[in-house]
């Protein structure tokens, strides 16, 4: 059974730092390309960042560029995202997510597995 259970929102103030984690099982994660979403209420759910599972490349979505660090741990099959620098517009429910075909892609639809979520509020 294939699980994503993401970890680490809450609410913070802007300005802030957060780290979520997504603990992966279920699938071969190391061949895994492994990303995260994101999406606010009224709004089509976004990319935020992916990372490949073969070379470790990292893509970030442009509203989140340098602010943003996407990362993996194979041996715990787990993938963090930190947010820095955290605002307002950045509130939403963040989302795990695994394209077990290895694809690296920002296209929600090509991803086969997802976690439930986890809530990022940042208040001004």
């Known amino acids: 059974q294939v699980q994503l259970v993401e970890s680490g929102g809450g609410l913070v103030q802007a300005g802030d730092s957060l780290r979520l984690s997504c603990a992966a099982s279920?699938?071969?994660?190391?061949?895994?390309?492994m990303g995260w979403f994101r999406q606010a209420p009224g709004k089509e759910r976004e990319f935020v960042a992916c990372?490949?599972?073969?070379?470790?490349?990292?893509y970030s979505a442009d509203s989140m560029k340098g602010r943003v660090t996407i990362s993996r741990d194979n041996a715990k099959n787990t993938v963090y995202l930190q947010m820095n620098s955290l605002k307002p517009e950045d509130t939403a429910v963040y989302y795990c997510a695994a394209d077990p075909a290895g694809r690296g892609s920002g296209r929600p639809n090509l991803y086969g597995y997802w976690g439930q979520g986890t809530q990022v509020t940042v208040s001004s």
């Open positions: 990372i490949l599972w073969s070379s470790g490349t990292t």
């Open positions: 279920g699938f071969i994660f190391r061949y895994s390309t």
